[in-house]
């Protein structure tokens, strides 16, 4: 065999095996692996003693991700927990999820010691931050948490909120509606329609009693999916003074499947 053809050869072999690799490499990427995610929590409390004591109180309870791409969703998932419960520091740490959440208690606990020590004679002081999180729904290709945060460090009452985090494993990057539904002026329509038969009102009931714009109706910064259909969750102050508390409703998958990209029609699939 010529110097030349066996250059040849060599070349074509490489090729196969590439094309081979990335047949493989793709074929692995579409199959779906197991995915679980667990509990794990951070636990500080001062004081706290009796109803009439000064007490801090903080319970971070956080997702623990297993499986697929773990490294991947874990990147994603803390970033977006640590602004979820508030942590207005550059969210960037080193070591664990744990050891971050700890620092941030014992700052918190440094806070209130000083501010108990520049107070001594003042009146009892509870400060508390909760967080926690539910599994709406798990699988490779979409994941759904929601997470409940509830804070109180002074004045007329706590504040609370809802957030959701919905990312696609497989694909390694966060979901938006968008992604989910090929019209999204249809899919605002059934929101609509899923809103009105919450509220028990009628197509032609004014939204005027709602902080919408134009007393039109919007979507909200928050939406998750379960196993019945879209949550969209209106968090407190969105479209309604405080005591009309968080608003919370969904859209039945069965009314958005005409709508549904391909590549989620697992969501209607039992």
């Not at 074929?27 to 003693?49: E, F, Q, Y």
């Not at 002026?185 to 919450?198: I, M, N, Y």
């Amino acid at each position: 065999m010529s110097k030349k053809s066996l250059i040849y050869v060599v070349v074509f072999a490489s090729l196969i095996a590439a094309a081979f690799f990335i047949y493989s490499s793709v074929k692995r990427s579409s199959t779906p692996l197991p995915l679980s995610i667990s509990a794990d929590s951070v636990v500080l409390k001062r004081g706290c003693v009796s109803a009439d004591s000064s007490c801090l109180y903080i319970s971070f309870q956080f997702p623990v991700v297993k499986g697929v791409s773990n490294q991947t969703i874990s990147m994603f998932l803390y970033t977006d927990y640590l602004q979820a419960i508030g942590d207005s520091s550059k969210v960037e740490f080193s070591g664990t999820i744990h050891d971050y959440l700890k620092r941030i208690t014992l700052q918190y606990d440094s806070l209130f010691t000083e501010y108990q020590s520049a107070f001594p004679d003042g009146a009892v002081n509870t400060w508390y931050l909760k967080a926690r999180f539910d599994t709406l729904y798990v699988n490779s290709n979409l994941l759904c948490l929601e997470y409940y945060t509830e804070n109180y460090m002074g004045g007329a009452h706590g504040n609370y909120s809802y957030h959701y985090f919905n990312f696609n494993p497989l694909m390694g990057k966060l979901v938006s509606l968008s992604d989910v539904f090929s019209d999204m002026g249809v899919f605002l329509e059934k929101a609509e329609d899923a809103f009105r038969k919450h509220f028990k009102l009628s197509q032609g009931t004014s939204l005027a009693d709602y902080w919408f714009p134009n007393s039109k109706f919007q979507l909200p910064a928050e939406f998750g999916f379960s196993k019945e259909g879209v949550v969209l969750h209106y968090n407190v102050y969105e479209i309604g003074p405080y005591s009309d508390g968080d608003i919370v409703f969904t859209v039945p998958y069965a009314e958005i499947e005409p709508i549904l990209m391909p590549e989620f029609t697992f969501l209607v699939k039992p």
